[in-house]
């Protein structure tokens, strides 16, 4: 039986992938790396920043500044305030659902507080928000989940992740939960190990399945 929703934040909850790589895409651009914040999503889709920063000083062969980061956060900060939206569905599924709902995602926990009350999708989830930052584990690695079930008060297999990158679904699975791909823009091909849908509202008829 499902009791508890877990929600991975950007690209789940609010529509920020792209703009989070428009930030990298602009930042990049001085160190004389033209890559498209488009072909970045793709390529580092739920990956941690700091991971992704060490990929693209490898491929690139530079030494990204100390204060990059900092100026990272700043512009996403900036292109959130003016552009950021909750993915499609998401508000009217939150609002009419009644499960224990929290979120669980590898960003800092004021970036993904900031996202939530940009989209006024705050008031859905209080102080149910968990950060990697947190536990210093980061998906695939199923801690975030567990944490996240444990601060709850439901066991893992009470738990249904929503998830919308291959990172997040591993951590999903290794966790033991039942685990959905979010996948509205078809990304991901044939992919048969978990149930996928392409908008939220197709939740409603999974959830009662289970608890059938």
Known sequence: MVKCLIFDCDGTLVDSEFLCNLGLEIGLRNYGIESSATTMMEKYRGGK???????????????????????????????????????EGVPEFLNQN????CVASSGPIQKINKALEITDLKKYFGDNVF???????WKPDPEIFLH?????????????????????????LAAGMKTILFDPM???????????????????AIIAAYNT
């Open 131 to 137: 950060s990697s930052y947190e536990i210093n584990s």
């Open 49 to 87: 920043l700091a991971d992704i920063f060490r990929s693209i000083e490898k491929e690139y062969n530079v030494v990204l500044k100390q204060d990059f980061v900092s100026e990272y956060r700043e512009l996403v900060d900036q292109l959130f305030e003016k552009e950021l939206n909750p993915c």
């Open 148 to 172: 996240a079930a444990e601060k709850m008060g439901f066991y893992p297999d009470e738990c249904l992740v929503i998830e919308d990158s291959m990172k997040g679904i591993e951590s999903g």
């Open 186 to 204: 078809g990304l991901y091909g044939n992919f048969n190990e978990v149930q996928r849908i392409d908008k939220m509202n197709k939740l409603d």
């Open 98 to 101: 009644t499960l224990s709902k």
